[in-house]
């Protein structure tokens, strides 16, 4: 079965890092589109940064260009998502997500707080 799980959120002051992790399960995570998505409270759920399967190419939300790199690591079976100069409003719960055959697959979430 299809699984995700995201790890490595916690608390930092602001400009600081993070590097979150979502390990796959139950499919050859090379072969797949990955996405982060964060929801911060009160908010909907928005898209971060995306990896896709076929070339490798990413995309980052404006808000995040520059300062966050997904990457994959296929012996690892995961993508990361490495965070700096982190601001308050990166404060969320970050999820990954794929699909496969027109299902949407999500972890559960991981939960970052940006705060001095």
């Known amino acids: 079965q299809l699984q995700l799980v995201e790890s490595g959120g916690g608390l930092v002051q602001p400009g600081g890092s993070l590097t979150l992790s979502c390990a796959a399960s139950?499919?050859?995570?090379?072969?797949?589109?990955i996405g982060w998505f964060r929801q911060a409270p009160g908010k909907e759920r928005e898209g971060v940064a995306c990896?896709?399967?076929?070339?490798?190419?990413?995309y980052y939300a404006g808000s995040v260009k520059g300062r966050f790199t997904i990457s994959r690591d296929n012996a690892k079976k995961s993508v990361d998502l490495q965070m700096n100069s982190l601001k308050t409003e990166d404060t969320a719960v970050y999820y990954c997500?794929?699909?496969?055959?027109?299902?949407?697959?999500w972890g559960k979430g991981t939960l970052v707080t940006v705060s001095s």
């Open positions: 139950g499919f050859t995570l090379e072969y797949y589109y």
């Open positions: 997500h794929t699909s496969s055959l027109g299902i949407d697959y």
């Open positions: 990896l896709s399967s076929s070339d490798g190419s990413t």
